[in-house]
């Protein structure tokens, strides 16, 4: 992109079928303004064409790039290498967490989308209602759709140190998307499926989802607001009313 | 069924899903292979237009229909991954205003329902567009998700029976004595080995990569990867997508996506898509040409810049002036070499018709009388592709 070059070593972690993972290192000369996905992009057209990863739309719309850079969950399309790492100093790419390993970078997420499915979560919703619960609607004047903010990267699952401890818990995306769900249709059969032991009351609002979601999801408010609303259904269903 | 054909199809991107979709439909048990995984190539990166055909009305007709009956299509089917709000085609000088009456003219020849609105109102509920508009055009236009677009056909025909085989890489077609296709010689990238799928038919839907694979047999296949930078920044300041009213150019549509604008796009010719660097010049182009739409896009940050390899069928002519039509070519009559069928050309907005097409000639081949129904089958949700 432009006259700077860095020289980085980027270490990647590398698993095919049962084998044992392993790390294989490749030297670079990288523009720092490149983002992390063009490096591994690059390492597949150049160095090693046995690298498995998953990618799509480049533009942060998709949602497959998610990996782990230097310990962080990252949307690598839309990462500067210089926001990771400085010239001569190194870039680790990992797979995500809480995921099993599908080969080298690619996971398994077959449970996250039949949990997002039972969230009943859709990809396309009104404009006031795709905007988090506490920004000020836009003035549109008109009926508009829009694709919502989660693009189902894993990121905010791979972070969260509950999901870490079992893959039983929903994991905040499943959650995030339950609520938002929940706030558009007011169907009371979402709060019932959030309402148990490894639905909204798992989680120990360590905010790490909120931290490292690339899309302005807030997932963290989001189990928040969602478990305000399985209190105010228990309550109506207290009293009889449904 | 035991002697159920069995066609091979590479490529995983909008083309090879619908093709498998279709195939599966028609009762023909598909496998399809790519080297990545869904949408990794040209469809994954596409800006996401779902195009009225607006955009080709004038001097590229054969196109501009297409992309209006293929709308309508994948607005009942897909609608689980469309934000449908139309678009705009705006003037902003004297030579935009020139271009009006041929866009009349054209959109109307090819059955795009268009209406001129008083500026006034077009700003009163775009608030962010050029308040230095002279004429405003609305358009049956959407945006959709790319990634999403190719699985939800992919699921669809996974639910029928048809195969995805994803990091699965074609390094070679088998022959047979007669010097036709019989299969595929494929390396699992997953677990690292190496294996030979025999099928009734190969369907090569690799698109700006057709000629890789139909260079594997000296088969001809006149495909120009022609790529084009996009960039995206990150405030939703429309709700429409905004097109330049002129002749195609670049950098003359401006389309929301999620809480982003995207602008695109350039167009060059390269002779291997597997790796494009990009310049900085063009994403400095590109945000002059985001600019001039929506001035607003000045307040804004980059979100992310990248490009996309076009596979535009070529006819010796440069990169905007070939068609955007798609082209199947049966390379028994092409090359005289019988069982492989390649798919190229065309646009995302138009993959079900170019499956349609290209599953009219596979079922031919194999003589095969099975009518096609995509047109009124809806797709189920796309995450069923994840399940087994």
Same mark, same amino acid.
């Given at each position: 992109m432009n006259s700077e070059k860095w020289n980085i070593t980027l270490i990647i972690t590398r698993q095919k079928g049962d084998a044992k993972p392993y790390t294989q290192s490749f030297q670079l000369e990288v523009d720092p303004d490149e983002y992390v996905l063009d490096a591994i992009e690059r390492v597949w057209a150049f160095h090693d064409r046995s690298l498995v990863f998953r990618h799509a /739309?480049?533009? !942060?719309?998709?949602?497959?790039?998610?990996m782990r850079v230097n310990g962080t969950e990252k949307?690598? /399309?839309?990462?500067?290498i210089r926001d990771v790492t400085r010239d001569g100093g190194t870039m680790r790419v990992e797979p995500l967490r809480n995921f099993p390993v599908v080969s080298d970078l690619v996971v398994d997420m077959s449970d996250f989308y039949v949990r997002l499915e039972q969230a009943r979560f859709g990809q396309v919703a009104p404009v006031d209602e795709a905007n988090l619960g506490y920004e000020k609607d836009p003035d549109d004047g008109g009926d508009y759709e829009r694709l919502v903010d989660c693009i189902e990267c894993g990121c905010c699952i791979s972070a969260c140190p509950i999901s870490l401890t079992t893959p039983e818990y929903f994991g905040p995306a499943i959650l995030a998307g339950a609520q938002h769900s929940y706030s558009i249709t007011r169907n009371p059969k979402l709060l019932d499926f959030v309402d148990q032991e490894n639905g909204v009351w798992r989680c120990h609002s360590a905010f790490e989802c909120t931290a490292v979601c690339? !899309?302005?999801?807030?997932p963290g408010w989001r189990i928040m607001d969602l478990r305000k609303r399985v209190i105010g259904h228990r309550i109506k269903k207290l009293f009889g009313r449904k | 069924m035991p002697d159920q054909p069995h066609v091979i199809v590479i490529g995983a991107g909008f083309t090879g899903c619908a093709v498998a979709h279709d195939l599966a439909l028609r009762g023909i048990r598909a496998t399809v292979l790519d080297r990545g995984e869904i949408a990794s190539g040209t469809s994954g990166r596409t800006h996401g237009l779902l195009h009225s055909g607006g955009r080709y009305c004038v001097n590229d007709k054969e196109s501009a229909v297409e992309c209006i009956e293929e709308n309508k299509i994948l607005r009942k089917i897909a609608k689980q991954c469309i934000e449908f709000n139309g678009g705009y085609f705006v003037a902003l000088n004297e030579s935009d205003l020139e271009y009006a009456p041929l866009f009349e003219a054209g959109a109307q020849e090819c059955g795009i329902e268009i209406e001129k609105i008083p500026v006034d109102k077009a700003l009163k509920v775009e608030p962010n567009l050029n308040p230095n508009v002279l004429a405003v055009y609305t358009v049956p236009d959407g945006t959709f998700d790319p990634l999403r677009l190719a699985l939800a056909f992919a699921a669809t025909a996974k639910k029928n029976g048809a195969e995805f085989r994803p990091y699965h890489e074609v390094t070679g077609l088998i022959m047979n004595g007669q010097g036709n296709v019989t299969g595929a010689e494929v390396w699992d990238r997953v677990t690292n080995h190496k294996y030979k799928l025999h099928g009734d038919m190969v369907v090569?839907?690799? &698109? *700006?990569? *057709?000629g890789a694979i139909t260079k594997m047999v000296n088969a001809k296949a006149s495909v120009v990867p022609t790529p084009g930078i996009m960039v995206a920044y990150d405030q939703r300041l429309i709700n429409r997508v905004v097109n330049r009213?002129?002749?195609? &150019?670049? &950098?003359d549509i401006l389309i929301p996506q999620r809480r982003m604008v995207c602008i695109g796009t350039t167009s060059f010719e390269v002779s291997d898509a597997d790796y494009i660097p990009i310049e900085e010049d063009q994403v400095e182009f590109m945000y002059r040409c985001a600019v001039e739409l929506v001035p607003a896009v000045k307040s804004t940050n980059q979100r992310g810049w990248w490009m996309s390899a076009r596979p535009l069928v070529g006819s010796g002519e440069s990169g905007r002036s070939l068609a955007r039509t798609f082209k199947c070519f049966d390379h028994k009559a092409t090359d005289n070499i019988d069982g492989l069928v390649t798919i190229t050309g065309g646009k995302a907005t138009t993959c079900r018709a170019m499956a349609e097409t290209t599953v009219d000639v596979v079922c031919e081949k194999l003589g095969i009388r099975a009518e096609c129904v995509t047109r009124e089958t809806p797709l189920i949700s796309y995450r069923n592709y994840y399940l087994s």
């Open positions: /739309c480049h533009h !942060s719309t998709c949602g497959a790039c998610g949307l690598t /399309c839309i990462t500067p690339p !899309s302005n999801v807030d | 090569n839907a690799t &698109g *700006a990569w *057709a009213l002129n002749a195609p &150019g670049d &950098g």
